[in-house]
């Protein structure tokens, strides 16, 4: 149950802790506020509150509502704020909760006064010994923390082995493939229509001879083009690196003998070893070996390619830490903070 | 079209007004800002005009808010806080 209130009667802190406490509760923790007789060396003779009643009470029940969700155990709420002229000493406000266990009660009373005094609409006049009189206003209401920046000591650079650029594959989301493929196509379109204009409508719009009037749209002149029977541009491409297609036989010109053989004849074609190859398949292992090794020898600038020890290690930022260091993280900010 | 409705003051805002409640008259979509300079240049709160919020219905509203006003609704000008 929640009690909220307002009143103009002096608050009993009695009464309305009775109003909280039941059967059910072991704790109920009790909050009072009360009037200053100072206020930076100035005399206070009296204190006037003042409240938009119908908008407090609604934000009273919103705190309330909060309260139960951060703090489950709460029983009862009860937040009573007097109004009118408060002479000093006496209560302005009081807080009472209760809970089954003393820590939901002692934490939500905290989280209690310090809500209201930011967000309920209440308004507190000083009257000064001297006639001067003054609007307070609460330094809750400036709560616009600016998050402190840290910088972590703890390193999070991680040592990878470099790789070589030329062996990085990119890959791109599908979306993005498609989006260049679609414009790879626009392009082409746009420069085969740039051509078609060229070659069919290259009449010349801003001379003034229109002696040949005719109704013609196009303007096309026939130009035979290289290697073509016509006006139609042919283009060609000759392959000279890989297998002509062209032929189709080409699955019945190399048939290899066996599975090893094959290898070993694709190996020695690959190293260049065109000399006949002796019978013993061992030794024609050991050619194919003891050539690598010349070829390694002879060329020292593709030792890159396995051994790596050479190059310098890069360093990157870490993404995927272990359980153990985020503890050590958490740890480093708890205690920076303070 | 303009609307009229209902606007309490409270605390300061009272004292400078001299009114405790008014009627005012404003179009009926306006934007927070539009209210505000109106609010403070019929009521003389030109001192207070940078530390007040404007309440609708029992709302704090903020400040890049547009609001569509109908007669039922209520406006108050809210100086900071001092509860508790």
Redesign the interface.
Known sequence: MDYLKFSSDKLSVETITDLVTSEKCGAASVFVGTTRDNFEGKEVIKLEYESYETMGLKAMEKICKEIRTKFTEVENIAIYHRLGVVPVKEASIIIAISSPHRADAIKATEFCIDSVKSSVPIWKKEVYKDNGSDWKENKELNTQKVPIKFKLEIKQEVECNPIPSHLIQIKATTEEIEERIQKFMDRKRDEINMTNIRDFCHRDLTSQKMEDESCARIDSVLIKRKDSKGHLQVNKVYNNFSRDQSKQDYLMQFIPKNGIEERLLSAETQLSMTKPVSNDIYKRIKNVEDRLMYLESISPEYIQFWDKTALSKTSKKKRVFSVNEINNFISDLESRKK | MSISVKI?F???A?ELSGLKESQITLPETVSYKQLLQDVVNKYNLKPIEK?III?LN??FSEADKIFKLEESDII?V???????
């Open positions: 309490l409270f605390a300061k009272k530390n309440a029992q709302e108050a809210i100086p900071p806080l001092s509860g508790g």
